[in-house]
């Protein structure tokens, strides 16, 4: 099914959620023109580049539909006055990070990217445009756009009035997984009050998702139900690492804990696994989002119920760090420590917000010098969440950390290894190799269950497993 009512998307953000949407849609939209643009050249260069391994964020699958639709019918550019003159719908995919100064700082989002988005569209636009929310946005952003649409437009005298239609239709994929979540999502959630735009963005949509998953909602709902979303997962996951704590106290297993309750369907088994806090770009900015939006309309109470789910978040970073150097006997002054993991989660390079940036920072401030791997995350991104450069000595002249290339080279006279992040390699270790290259006593901190207990324990090693009382 194809409608043929829109002829040309303009996707302003070429990040994690504009890039593999966009592929996605040209996938299964073979006769729109779909362009993705964007204000960091390097960035699309990288979009441009022929080889697709280097590709700027790492998604499986990705790079198959790169290249089967780059200059096809999904193109790439920083020319953003062309892309939006032409475009009939906009997708906004830009960034909405948590405000780091002015009123709001630490919570709200800052909408300044979303603005000049806005902006651009009122000014290089022609004829009527549907621009729809794709980032994740405060309620009621969708007025605030409106708003600079309709007054900061630029028309010349030969020119028709312009006019819009703002949508706001959230993105749900998780990255890791985006395509498989793009190509079969639980659902698509269009919120609007135009029934022909709506439509319109419908009927792309039904080239390939059935059309009983396609909700239609009102647009604040859909602002509010990605917030929301995003706020009951994180809560999952805070709910199963704090039980992790209690599971380690008690002498209780953290595994037969989630299997037990996840068999009631009214729970369900999906994000039970414990691990050492959650990552990634959105869950705490959103939840913080939220909190501001409470406090704002005096919803005090709800502000501090949801902010308990960030707290305990930090809280898990910092006990697994403490515990870390509680049982290398108080110290980890002048020890190596191999890092296994720096990414937020398996089979992406994004390490915003990962645990383990806090972890290895706390590390490296406590004296170790740490030798990091991480298949996919380089040495400048480490350098950049580190804050610290790669030759950066301690006192005693030494690298507080390196990249190691691989889990062998990376465990050289190492006192621990500490798995931060489950990528697939780890799950499968030879450790009674491992350990030959270690000093001993040598340790295990699991902080992603992923390493076979008894099998470390015969190699010799002493192993903490999150919620695993044999620790
Ligand atoms: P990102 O930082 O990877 O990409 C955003 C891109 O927008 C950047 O490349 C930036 O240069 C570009 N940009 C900013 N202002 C611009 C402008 N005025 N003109 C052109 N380009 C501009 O961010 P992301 O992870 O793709 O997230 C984008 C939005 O989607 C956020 O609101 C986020 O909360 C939401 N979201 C993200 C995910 C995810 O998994 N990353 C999932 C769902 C929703
Ligand atoms: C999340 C939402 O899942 C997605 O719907 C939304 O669009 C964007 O935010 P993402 O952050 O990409 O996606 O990944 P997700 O799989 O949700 O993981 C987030 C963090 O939680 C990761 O650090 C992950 O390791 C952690 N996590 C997830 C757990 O610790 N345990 C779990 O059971 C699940």
Redesign the pocket.
Known sequence: MFDNKIKNICCIGAGYVGGPTMAVFANHCPYIKITVTDINESRINAWNDSDTSNLPIYEPGLDTLISLYRNKNLFFTTNIKESISNADLIFLSVNTPTKTKGIGAGKASDLKWIEASARQIAKFSKGHTIVVEKSTLPVRTAKTIENILSESQEIDNNEEKKTFSVLSNP?????GNAINDLEKPDRVLIGGEDKYAMNSLVDLYLNWVPKEKIILTNIWSSELSKLT??AF?AQR?SSINAISALCEATGADIKQVSKAIGMDSRIGNK???P?PG???S??QKDILNLVYLCEYYNLHEVAAYWEEVVNINNWQKDRIFKLIVLKLFGTVFGKKLAIFGFS??ANTNDTRNSASIKICRNLIDEGAILSIYDPKVDNNQIEKDLNLSLNETSSREKMLWSRANSIQSAVEDCHAVIILTEWEEFKNISWTKLIKKMKRPAWIFDTRSVVDVLKAEQAGFNIWQIGNYTS
């Open positions: 993105e749900f994929l998780s990255e979303a995003n997962l996951i994000f039970l696994f691990g959650f990552g990634g959105c869950f937020f989660k």
